[in-house]
Structures are given as C-alpha cells and as structure tokens.
C-alpha cells in the first residue's frame, strides 16, 4: 500500500550542481504533479502531467524540467541548482473523477549552498 | 486569478479547548474545496472533500463547513495528537492551495 513514493528523502547540493528527484505512484493515476513548499507560501505547482506522454507548466516552472517516463514515474530535474530552489519539493497523483484529492508522497527536502 | 488565504497563520490551544480555522476564497465559480492534515516531515493527508455551500463534514474531532466565500475546519476537545498543519484547497485546472494554519494542542 505504498502509494506515491519520492527520493530522496534529503538532498544537499551546491550552487550549480544537478539531480533528479524520482516520483512513482502505484494507484493507475493518470494525473501526476510536482509542488514546492515554502514558509509561509503554501504549496507551488511546478509542473503537472495529465496524462503519460504530456507535461506543463504550473506556476513556478523555471529553473526545472519534468519527464513523465511512463505512466508510474514522473520525475523533477534541476539543471543548475541556485540558492532559491531550496525548499520542499512534493510529488501527487490524483485519480479520474471531478472531486478526487490529490495524493501526496512524503517529501524531498532539498538544500542548496 | 483563483485565491486561497487561511488564518490564524498559528493556532495553539490546550487540550480539550475547541476553537476553528478559516479558510477564505476567491475563486471564478466554486467548484468545492478540500481539507489536508500535515504532519512535520511528511506530505499532506486528504481530510475531507466539501462539495457545495453549506455542506458538512466530519470525522472524530474535526468537522468542516462551507459556505460561499470561505470554510472552517472546528476542531471539539482536541487532543494533542490533533496537531499539525491544516491547509486548504480549491480545485480547478490545478489546485490552488492556502498558505495552512500550524495547529498545536498542548497537553
């Protein structure tokens, strides 16, 4: 009953360096997203994928690329990670239906120096 | 633009002291509005989903109400394991989330 799973859990990364942060769901969601959490800001869609084979932007997408592998994966890379892209980055899926939530993975805390 | 602001920003309370969060919106045409516990290091945990004005919903101590421009989330004789972050959601295209109320329930 895993759910959406991320990894990983912690990250730390210097100004400039790249990493990918991996995301699988197990629940045959078509939908999947990617948000960053910050202090007081709530929750910021970076990109989403509706549907395996699509990706868009969400609110904040510079600085980071998607890929929807298959219809499981989604993935988040930082090309050339800044300060400003430390933060909480979390991974959902959402199921068919007008009123599904969103489900969320427990999170990559990510810090760069 | 669709907008969701939740208050008090911090909330603590001792046990058994019942009080309620808010959650405000402005939204084009409300499409119901979904309620998620965050607990530290982990991700948000679907509560509830509120579907039109003045439902309601609830589950053990918690029960959330909807109206037309805002919900609250009334918490009866909380008890510590009832803290945690609460945030709010209002679907669309995308969800847009509030910024969430820090609940603590000292014992």
């Known amino acids: 009953n895993a759910g959406v799973t991320q990894t990983p859990k912690f990250q730390v990364l210097k100004t400039g360096q790249s990493m990918t942060l991996q995301c699988a769901q197990d629940?045959?969601?078509?939908?999947m997203y990617w948000y960053r959490q910050d202090p007081g800001m709530g929750l910021r869609l970076i990109y989403y994928?509706?549907?395996?084979?699509?990706?868009d932007k969400g609110e904040v997408p510079n600085g980071y690329n998607v890929s929807r592998l298959n219809k499981r994966e989604f993935s988040l890379r930082l090309e050339s990670a800044a300060p400003s892209q430390t933060s909480v980055y979390f991974c959902a899926s959402i199921g068919t239906g007008s009123w599904s939530p969103l489900h969320f993975g427990n999170g990559t805390r990510l810090t760069v120096t | 633009e669709d907008q969701v602001t939740q208050s008090p920003e911090a909330l603590r309370l001792q046990e058994g002291e019942s009080s309620s969060l808010n959650c405000s919106y402005t939204v084009s045409g409300l499409r119901g509005l979904f309620w998620y516990r965050q607990d530290p290091g982990k991700g948000p945990e679907f509560l509830f989903t509120l579907y039109s004005a003045g439902e309601e919903k609830e589950k053990e101590r918690l029960k959330a109400t909807l109206t037309k421009k805002e919900s609250f989330l009334h918490i009866t004789a909380p008890k510590p394991e009832d803290s945690a972050t609460y945030l709010c959601?209002?679907?669309?295209?995308?969800?847009?989330f509030g910024p969430g109320t820090r609940l603590s329930v000292l014992p």
């Open positions: 959601a209002v679907p669309g295209q995308n969800f847009v």
């Open positions: 629940m045959n969601h078509n939908s």
């Open positions: 994928s509706a549907s395996e084979g699509t990706t």
